[in-house]
Each structure stands twice: as C-alpha cells, then as structure tokens.
C-alpha cells in the first residue's frame, strides 16, 4: 500500500508565496516521475508541474516562471514552491507519482488527496 500525503497548503495574498511538500510512504521499492495538478472550483484538473527520475522538469504555460517543483529523493517528496500567487492560482493541488511497489512488477499512478491554496486578499 502507498499513501501521498500533500501539506504546506493555506490562505496566501496575492503576489504572496507558499511551498507544497508531498511525501511518499509505504511498500515503495522505487519512485520514477512525481507531478502536481490542480483543481480549481468549476474546472478541469490541470497538470502544472512534472519532474522524471532525472530531474528533468516540465511546466505548464500557467505557471512558467513562477512555479518551482522539485524531490528530495532520499525522502520520497515532492516540493512545489509556488511564487507571485494571483486569485487564478486558487485551487486545490494534488501530488502524483509513479511508483513501482514490492508486489507490482511496472509502475503505477498514485494521487494524494490535495491541499487547498486560496489566493485573496
């Protein structure tokens, strides 16, 4: 069994900053891309951030230049660090991975059940 457990949400003022932490547990034998998405009232979930086993790093139009993401592999999280929030930003964000566990033989996707960000003044 795997569980991500996403913190660091909260109530930030526009132009303010926050940090999202994601941290894998459980029967992991190994940990290959981790992504955020989010959710806004009334929306489609978006993929905003995506980093592979390498590092490499992917992001979304959206938040290009202001979003950060990155993993601390050794702890098996996920960060997001989330700079110049405006109202747009406001949603709820979820951690994903791809991880391989001791009883599966390919990787497979798990969420964790999300952090809400609420940018206002």
């Known amino acids: 069994q795997v569980q991500l457990v996403e913190s660091g949400g909260g109530l930030v003022q526009p132009g303010g900053s926050l940090r999202l932490s994601c941290t894998a547990s459980?029967?992991?034998?190994?940990?290959?891309?981790m992504a955020w998405s989010r959710q806004a009232p009334g929306k489609q979930y978006e993929l905003i951030a995506h980093?592979?086993?390498?590092?490499?790093?992917n992001y979304a139009d959206s938040v290009k230049g202001r979003f950060t993401i990155s993993r601390d592999y050794a702890k098996n999280t996920v960060y997001l660090q989330m700079n110049g929030l405006e109202p747009e930003d406001t949603a709820v964000y979820y951690c994903?991975?791809?991880?391989?566990?001791?009883?599966?033989?390919?990787?497979?996707?798990?969420w964790g059940k999300g952090a809400l960000v609420t940018v206002s003044s």
């Open positions: 994903q991975a791809n991880i391989r566990t001791g009883t599966t033989h390919v990787p497979k996707e798990y």
């Open positions: 459980g029967d992991i034998v190994d940990i290959y891309s």
């Open positions: 980093i592979n086993a390498g590092g490499t790093t």
